[in-house]
């Protein structure tokens, strides 16, 4: 908590106390001469300052923070560039629903002998991009500031705010009573009883009734509602990729995950229901399935309204608390005699089936499905998975069995390349008991590798698997299927072992198949940062996505 036993002697001294009211552990940073007062006030402060190489990955860390603790992820630039570079971070935050303040510097507002050197209108920068951005013009008002963008990166539904601390402001000194707001207690409101009961009524009238679990609902009070409602109800249960492991996946109502949009197992057992039961599905995440006009009905469960899409228009919205609305449907429903959930357990035979296909073909370079099999050998039931964007993510959606909620960290709203490291960092940084692994193609993990260094400065536990194909891998998948010609995809990569060992970790090529499980059971037992290099064969994309599924899912 803040110190109030003296005045704070500048804006950057009170800015740090609102932030330590706030509960503030970390600050991931790339600091500029713009934040040298605030930086000199984080020196003696109880945040810790986490100094990162670029400042994307700084906001990787701070929303992905954010997403696995629920409060509130802290990041710093200077001015110009360093602001810049926090867009992808800005609008990853926001569009994954993840709470996160962005700090930027800027040069002295009220008197400048700089011109417009490096000078951007930052705020309406992050305009589109933020629940919440200002420049403070005031020491005075930067506690109210504080608490206003902690406050909106929190509520439902959570996001990035934006704060610019301006040189002479960081060094005003602030009035003697200015007093810091101590956050207030609020709870989420709960559906209200109409809206809860008629959500009963269709769910008992339905006769094929089906749950999807979206992002919104990877909280643990919504995962103990939800084995629940399902255990009572018997109502079978698929996610969207970002809603992986909500329930454990072993569970023998799953279905699966819908990895695609359409034209997957999953979307055979979502013809053949009457209703579907989306639970903390948001239309930023990519479609798990299109709706269309006269076909079944929707129900929405959410912390806020539905956004309507021309593939997303529900029929009824139940608008409150997720665990309070599921658990009250778990408590009112129950069986019901005439629900029938004979054909969509077929698709469940079907999809255990097809996954276990391959999982330990020993071809080389190796296949994704063995790559999957082989990461979920080794890790444990409460080791966590962070996936960068890439054509592997789909195989890991897919085929990788989640058992608890947030042990697959993917992005599938903003699906920026370049997260993939910096959001295991910060499960490993969180985390440091538990076994935590970043999955990176070679493109996603060369647009942020330099934070390897900052892994090995913190001491960090993490392994890194590269999943190698020297290319844009899903863009090649796609230039296939759209019918063009190989074309301007494909590159060289750097030795990844000596690239790995010239920041001081540990690095391993696999050149046989058989040696990927023994590799990264050795790392994960050895502690450390490690990187292992595995050479990918993607030509089952083609095999699998394109040919196999549309034969398979027409004879179901």
């Known amino acids: 908590m803040a110190n109030e036993q003296h005045p704070a002697r500048n804006g950057a001294e009170l800015f740090i106390r609102a932030l330590e009211n ?13 934040n040298l007062a605030f930086l000199e006030a984080l020196r003696t402060s109880s945040i810790k300052l986490v100094l990162n190489r670029h400042e994307q990955a700084a906001g990787f860390m701070a929303a992905t923070y954010g997403r696995l603790t629920g409060q509130v992820g802290v990041c710093l630039s200077t001015l110009g560039p360093g602001a810049t570079n926090l867009v992808t971070a800005a609008a990853y935050a926001q569009l994954g629903g993840m709470p996160m303040m962005m700090i930027s510097g800027q040069k002295p507002i009220k008197s400048s002998k700089q011109g417009l050197f490096q000078i951007l209108d930052v705020v309406d920068l992050m305009r589109p991009l933020t629940k919440y951005t200002r420049q403070i013009s005031n020491a005075n008002t930067i506690p109210a500031k504080v608490r206003e963008a902690f406050r909106l990166a929190s509520e439902e539904r959570p996001g990035a705010v934006h704060l610019e601390l301006p040189e002479d402001i960081a060094d005003e000194t602030p009035d003697s009573d200015t007093h810091i707001f101590k956050p207030s207690d609020a709870r989420r409101p709960s559906a209200s009883p109409k809206s809860l009961e008629m959500a009963c009524d269709m769910l008992r009238e339905a006769r094929h009734p089906l749950i999807m679990i979206g992002a919104g609902a990877n909280r643990k009070r919504v995962s103990q509602a939800l084995l629940h409602l399902v255990n009572v109800t018997g109502i079978p249960f698929f996610t969207t990729q970002m809603g992986k492991g909500v329930v454990d996946e072993r569970h023998p109502r799953y279905l699966g995950n819908a990895a695609l949009s359409a034209g997957d197992f999953v979307h055979c057992a979502i013809d053949r229901a009457d209703l579907v039961i989306n639970v903390g599905h948001d239309v930023v995440e990519k479609p798990p399935f299109f709706m ?31 665990a309070n609305s599921v658990e009250y449907m778990a408590e ?31 071809r080389f370079p190796v296949i994704p499905q063995r790559i999957v099999h082989d990461v979920r050998q080794v890790m444990p039931e409460d080791g966590i998975i962070a996936l960068d964007n890439g054509m592997y993510k789909l195989w890991f959606a897919r085929n990788y069995p989640a058992y608890d909620n947030n042990t697959v960290l993917l992005d599938n709203a903003l699906a920026s390349m370049g997260a993939g490291l910096p959001s295991g ?35 960090l536990n993490l392994v890194v698997l590269i999943i190698n194909d020297s290319a844009y891998g899903m863009i090649k998948w796609k230039q296939e299927q759209e019918g063009y010609t190989n074309f301007g995809l494909d590159y ?4 990844f072992v000596a690239y790995a060992q010239s920041y001081g970790a540990t690095g391993h090529h696999i050149s046989r198949t058989e040696d990927l499980r023994p590799t990264l059971e050795s790392a994960l037992a050895a502690g450390g940062v490690h990187l292992v290099e595995v050479p990918v064969d993607y030509s089952e994309n083609r095999r699998v996505f394109d040919e196999e599924l549309a034969e398979l899912t027409c004879r179901l």
Do not use: W
Request: negative net charge; charged residues 25%; proline residues 6%.
């Open 22 to 34: 706030e509960g503030v552990k970390y600050i991931f940073a790339v600091p500029g001469e713009e």
């Open 292 to 322: 269309t006009p006269g076909g079944k009905k929707v129900i929405h469960v959410n912390f806020s309204a539905a956004d309507v899409d021309p593939v997303y228009f529900p029929q009824h919205e139940v608008v409150g608390d997720i």
């Open 332 to 362: 009112n429903c129950g069986q019901c005699s005439n629900h029938d959930f004979t054909r969509l357990m077929e698709v469940k035979v079907a999809v255990d089936s097809h996954l276990q296909e391959r999982a330990e073909d020993p």
């Open 425 to 459: 960092m910060m499960a490993s940084m969180l985390y440091p008991g538990l076994k935590v692994m970043a999955i990176c193609g070679d493109g996603g993990f060369m647009m942020n590798s330099q934070e390897l260094e900052t892994a090995v400065r913190l001491n």
């Open 492 to 495: 060289r990569n750097p030795d």
